[in-house]
């Protein structure tokens, strides 16, 4: 009986500890979590976090991945074409984990009707079954603790900031999109070879795309997949993985880099950097495109252009991105 009492005496300080140190790391985080969404705040891929200023519920269609989709899907172009209002999020080498970040800061803020995944980050530093299981672990772990994100803003946040309500004020007029005139024409031999040949999903990312899935799902979120154009970074084995990834699934998948012709994509106009990522040319191709199946095959996706006030700013924001955009 006394063994018994020790026990669980132990166990009931080790339970204390634990809550405690959960108790000090959510509130740290919430301290050092930055009360804007610039980068003058602090904010991680503050151009991926303008949506945090968008008037709550505004945002119908999210595309979410890596540097493909912030230069090849233009929010403005779909906008002014079809009246969807969308934002870009995407981030530089983004990994599935940090996906589910970004996909529930989304859900912080609206209700998007459909979600649309990038599938080149599928594969971002996937070298082989359980390569980045640690890394990707730690990006979902700053997802549930922020302070595990911004730990190394202790140096310059201020007590005041600490304690202040969080005000999301910058805006971000091409709704996430990295515009850019540049042409740097792709010279390269073409990439897109047939093959039966699957590149393999690791472990790790498929158990993050998975869980990215399932909570869109929950929530009531279409899913779609879609690939960017990119000559640096795709191949027909990794389409064949995720047209079987999406076919097992039931989500439809557009991969605009099998005969990029029909859509318009010309190596020698549409490329900032020699075929790694489209222009702003290139993105207005992909976004009309994207956005003729969007009105085909979701009609749950409204034209706002219809409310006055709401179109009153995106039309505002097209008129900046239009000046910018001029290629």
């Not at 039966?196 to 999903?201: L, M, Y």
């Not at 064949?240 to 994509?265: C, E, K, L, M, T």
Request: with cysteine; charged share 25%; net charge neutral.
């Amino acid at each position: 009986m006394e063994k018994v009492r020790l026990y669980t005496k132990k166990f009931i300080r080790a339970v204390a500890f634990f809550l405690i140190l959960v108790s000090l790391l959510v509130a740290s985080g919430y301290m050092l979590m930055p009360k804007g969404n610039s980068g003058r705040d602090g904010i991680i891929n503050p151009n991926a976090r303008g949506f945090y200023a968008e008037p709550s519920n505004s945002i119908d269609v999210v595309m979410i991945g890596n540097s493909d989709a912030y230069s090849g899907f233009s929010p403005l172009e779909l906008w002014h074409n079809y009246g969807i209002t969308s934002y870009v999020s995407g981030e530089g080498r983004q990994r599935m984990s940090e996906a589910i970040n970004v996909l529930n800061e989304v859900l912080q803020f609206h209700k998007p009707k459909l979600v649309i995944l990038e599938t080149d980050m599928i594969f971002t530093y996937d070298k082989g079954q359980y390569d980045g299981v640690i890394e990707t672990i730690d990006y979902a772990a700053q997802g549930v603790l922020p302070v595990l994100r911004y730990h190394d803003r202790w140096k310059d946040v201020s007590v005041q900031e600490m304690f202040r309500q969080p005000e999301y004020k910058w805006h971000s007029y091409t709704k996430g999109q990295f515009t850019s005139n540049t042409v740097r024409p792709c010279d390269k031999e073409e990439y897109m070879i047939k093959t039966d040949d699957v590149r393999q999903i690791s472990f790790s990312v498929r158990t993050f795309l998975d869980m990215f899935v399932k909570t869109c799902e929950d929530n009531g979120i279409k899913v779609l997949f879609v690939q960017i154009p990119s000559a640096s970074s795709w191949k027909y084995e990794k389409h064949n993985a995720v047209q079987q990834y999406a076919d097992s699934n039931g989500i439809p998948f557009i991969d605009y880099d099998i005969d990029r012709s029909q859509y318009g994509i010309d190596w020698e106009t549409d490329t900032r950097d020699e075929g790694n990522h489209l222009n702003t040319r290139g993105a207005r191709k992909i976004t009309i495109h994207l956005g003729q199946y969007l009105k085909e095959h979701y009609d749950f996706l409204e034209d706002r252009r219809n409310d006055k006030e709401l179109a009153k700013k995106w039309n505002a924001d097209y008129k900046e991105y239009a000046k910018k955009a001029t290629i």
